[in-house]
């Protein structure tokens, strides 16, 4: 019966516009900072924090925004450009303060929107006044709801200590999700996908994570998106047993058993990939629609882990110099040049993760 109510609401949500997507989903955040508040103890109410939990993901939509704190990692994931960034002389960095406040007068063009706290390549968690920055743009009218994806590799025992302020300080409860990115169930094959040695360091930080959660009685949505290399087959109750050891109530766990690519992507041995959509490309993706606030003060469509290649801009919309009309204007001429004249941005050539604009 769960199963047959949760595909009824996916398929309910996905049929919405990306308005009606953001509403649905800033209410369902506003219903759950209220049970959490009113019973946070209460095993009761529990079903109903992890329904809030499902609609809130479920109604993200293809329209909101990424914000990149930071484009520096402390991973070389085979799944990302990022090591092959390394090599160009793209300008790595953490974000000012100075671009934060310019960032933050662009959000009157924004009502209820999604912002999620992910850079297309770096960790948000590695900027040294991430949360800081986070409170600034989730205290604002404008934005309805906020989360984060981190490897978890930076989450010690002094970025739970600041992540639970952050907690606190939201009054309205927008922060009520938090994604890591975690590599595989054992230690060889997360310096496989990683190509780094902090397997047992990641498994301690979630442990003292949920404790305090537990402690603090904070009902935060936390979902394992985990890697796996190829030929190991998912399984939840293992993922769970590994990485939720202090059995945290709202945790949820997906699994990447393919990977995104494009016609210019190198791809690695160790790992599977989507192919390509066999749908119809004559409409531009719906993923154009999102807005990526770069490090450096750069405007993207679009935020997804290829947009943006080695030595390749196609998808900056300009910087903060520029009037928010100029900026929509460009994006106004990749969809147009996309669909009217078949002029696919390099990114998007061949790319395993086209969704059709509607």
């Known amino acids: 019966m769960k199963r047959k109510i949760k595909v009824i609401l996916e398929n309910y949500l996905k049929r919405l516009s990306d308005n009606q997507s953001d509403k649905v989903s800033n209410a369902f955040t506003f219903i759950k900072s209220k049970l959490g508040s009113i019973y946070p103890g209460l095993s009761i109410v529990r079903p109903l924090i992890r329904l809030c939990d499902f609609i809130i993901v479920r109604g993200n939509g293809n329209r909101f925004i990424e914000f990149e704190l930071s484009n520096i990692c402390n991973a070389r994931c085979v799944f990302c450009p990022y090591p092959d960034m390394l090599r160009t002389d793209k300008k790595f960095m953490h974000m000012n303060e100075q671009t934060l406040d310019r960032i933050v007068g662009s959000f009157q063009h924004f009502k209820g929107v999604l912002v999620s706290f992910t850079p297309t390549t770096g960790d948000t968690l590695l900027h040294p006044e991430w949360d800081k920055y986070i409170h600034s743009i989730i205290q604002l009218p404008q934005v309805g709801r906020a989360t984060m994806f981190t490897n978890a590799i930076e989450l010690d025992l002094e970025a739970i200590d600041r992540l639970i302020v952050l907690l606190r300080r939201d009054r309205k409860g927008k ?184």
Not at 217 to 223: A, E, P, S, T, Y
Not at 242 to 251: A, H, L, Q
Not at 290 to 316: H, N, Q, Y
Not at 320 to 337: C, I, M, P, Q
Request: proline share 3%.
């Open 175 to 358: 922060f009520s999700q938090l994604y890591l990115s975690l590599g595989g169930y054992s230690r060889d094959s997360y310096k496989n996908l990683y190509q780094v040695d902090r397997f047992e360091k990641v498994r301690g930080n979630i442990d003292a994570l949920f404790k305090r959660l537990k402690l603090e009685k904070i009902c935060l949505g936390v979902h394992f998106h985990i890697k796996l290399e190829k030929g190991v087959e998912p399984n939840t109750d293992l993922a769970m047993n590994i990485y939720n050891r202090e059995k945290y109530p709202y945790v949820y766990v997906s699994h990447s058993v393919s990977y995104f690519s494009n016609d210019a992507y190198k791809r690695n041995a160790l790992i599977d990939y989507y192919s390509e959509s066999s749908e119809d490309h004559s409409r531009a993706c719906a993923y154009l629609n999102k807005t990526r606030f770069a490090a450096d003060g750069s405007i993207w469509a679009d935020g997804c882990v290829i947009s943006e290649m080695p030595d390749d801009a196609s998808l900056k919309l300009g910087n903060l110099d520029l009037g928010w009309e100029t900026l929509e204007a460009k994006r106004n001429e990749l969809v147009s040049n996309w669909e009217l004249n078949r002029e696919i941005p390099q990114p998007c050539k061949g790319c395993t993760m086209y969704r059709p604009r509607k």
